[in-house]
C-alpha cells in the first residue's frame, strides 16, 4: 500500500521526460526511409502478426492502436510499414532500444539528478539548476527567450487562443484559403506571445519563476536530443513527479507542458481517479466499489481521518494528500536500472506442460540475463544479489486453477551455468508449493527470471573475483547457504562463508538422481582417493565453523580448484596459512585472532541503523 512521504521544505522542479512512440523512432533512425510512413514495431509473434507495442503518430491517424494485432493493423491500414522487434533465443530483444535510451539519459543528467524510470522515461530534478538561473539569468531579465520554451502549454494560462486554434486546426490538414492560414499564424504568434509573457513576469512568486526557469532548461533538453539523437521528446514540468507524469504526455509530440501550482486543483478534479499512479489496480477499483470516488474531485469530500478509517493511517494520509496534488516522492539518482529482467510468455497452445521445456526457456532467460548482469557489473562495476523466477501457471481440472504460482528467490550466483541451475531449482520449489500434495498436469503460460538488490562495488575495494584463478574467469562469488542443502557429493569442492540468504536453493531432482546412482565402485584405490579429496576440497562442515552465528552476513562461495596459486602468494601470511589449511587441513586445529581470517576481508558494507 502507498505511503505518504514527508514534503520538501523548499519548492522543486521536477520533470517528467517522455521519448514519443520510442520504439518506432529507433526504427526510424537505423531505416531513415520509414519517416513520415504509417510504422509499427511489432514483438516477434506468428500468430496474427505479433503484437503491436509501438504506432507511429502518421498509423494512429488510421485509427491503428497499440492493442492491436500485425494482422488487424494492416486491414486499418494497407500502407502501414511492420517493422519486427529483434530476435534473440527465440524472444524478444530489446538491447538496441536499451542502448538508445541511454544515449537520452547521457544527455539529460548534464542539468541534474536524473532517474531513470523505463527504457524511454526520465524523471529529472532541476531545482539546482533552476535556483542557479533564477539568480544569474532570471527570464524577466532576457532579451531572448529560448524558442522552444515559448511553444510551453501552460495549464491555466488564460487565452482564447487555445479554442481558436482547435477550430481552425482542421482546416489546415486540407486547402485553406490564405485568410485561414494568416489567422492561425497569427494565432501562434499570439500564442507563443502569451507564453513568453508568463515566463518572464517580474511579479510572479518564487515558484513559478522557478518553474519558467525550467520550462527553459527543459526545452534545450529536448532540442538538444533531438539534435544529438533524432528523438523527439514530450515533458511535463511542475514541482513534483506525480504532477509531471501526469501532464507530460497531456501534448505529444514533441511538447512540453507546465503545471503552476495555482492550476492543480483544477486540473486534478476532473481526472479519473485510475489515472493517478498506484491507483490503477485494487486501491483505485476499492476507492469506485466502496466509496464512489471516480474523480480526483470526489476523493476531495473525505476528510483524511475518513480516509484513515478506510485504508490505514499512512495510506489514508497518501489519498488525502495527492487529491490536493501533493507529493514528495524524491527523484533518485539513478541513471542505471534497479534490477534486470528476462520473460517469455506461452500463450495458449505453448503453454509449458513438463520440466523439460521449462528448462529449455530457463536457460535461454537466464542465458540473456547472465550476459546482462555480467556487462553491468563490467561497465558499471555492479553486483546485483538476488535472483527470483516469477511464472504463471494453471491446474488441470481443479476448482481452484488460478492459484498464484508463488515467485521464489535466492542469492545469485554468477556465471550462466550456475544462474540456470539455481533458476530450475526455484522452479521445482515454486511447482511443488503450487501443486501441494496433488499429482496433477500443470501448464506454464508465463516465465521470467530477475537479478535484483544490485549495488555499487564499493570504491577502493578489491572484487572477490581478483582471488579466482584467470583474469577473464566467468566464475565468481555467490551468495548460498550450505547449512540448508543436504549432504551432497557433488557439491563438496565449494567455499562457503559467512551463511545468510532469504530463500534456499534446493538440489534439483535431477541432481538428487545423479547422487543417487553414484556408485561405490568407481574408486579403486579408496585411501588414495580420500587423501586426495582432502587436498582438493573443503570440509564444508568443518568451515561452517567460522561462519557460525553470523546469519545477518552475506554468503560468499567459489570453487577450491580454481584458486591460483600465485594470487595466494600475494596475499598476507595469516591468510595464506588459512587458504592452505583448506587445501591441505592440517592435523590440529589452531587459534585464529580475532579479524585475521579471509572472512574478515570480504565481509559485506555494515547496514546503517
Known sequence: MPVARPEPQEPRVIAHVDMDCFYVQVEQRRNPELRGQPTAVVQYNDWKGGGLIAVSYEARKFGVKRSMRGDEAKMVCPSINLVQVPVARDKADLNVYRSAGSEVVAILSTK??????SIDEVYLDLTDAAKEMLLESPPELLELIFEE???SNILGLPSVIFVLHDLIVVSLQFDMNVTNRASYVQDVINREDSVRAWLCRADADYQDKLLSCGAIIVAQLRVKVLEETQFTCSAGIAHNKM???????MHKPAQQTVVPSSAVQDFLVSLPIKKMKQLGGKLGSSLQDDLGVNTVGDLLSFTEDKLQEYYGVNTGTWLWKIARGISGEEVEDRLLPKSHGCGKTFPGPKALKNNASVKTWLDRLCEELSERIQSDLNQNKRIAQTLTLYARACRKNKSDSIKKFPSKSCPLRYGTVKIQEDAMKLFESGLHDFLGSQNTKWSITSLS???SKI??????????LRYIKGPNSTVSPANLDCSSLPEDPSLGNKLYIAPNHEEHCEPSLSEKEDYGNNSPESSSEPNKAEEHKAAQYVDRKKFNTAGSNSASSSTWMFNVED?????VEELPPEIQREIHGWIRPPKQSSSKTRGSTISSYFQPAKRSG
Open 112 to 117: 541534474g539528478k536524473c532517474e531513470r524510470a
Open 243 to 249: 504532477l509531471a507524469k501526469l501532464v507530460s504526455g
Open 455 to 464: 549495488f555499487d562495488i564499493p570504491i577502493g575495494t578489491s572484487s572477490i
Open 563 to 567: 584458486i591460483d596459486p600465485a594470487v
Open 149 to 151: 520554451a515559448t511553444k
Open 449 to 451: 527470471v530477475s537479478a
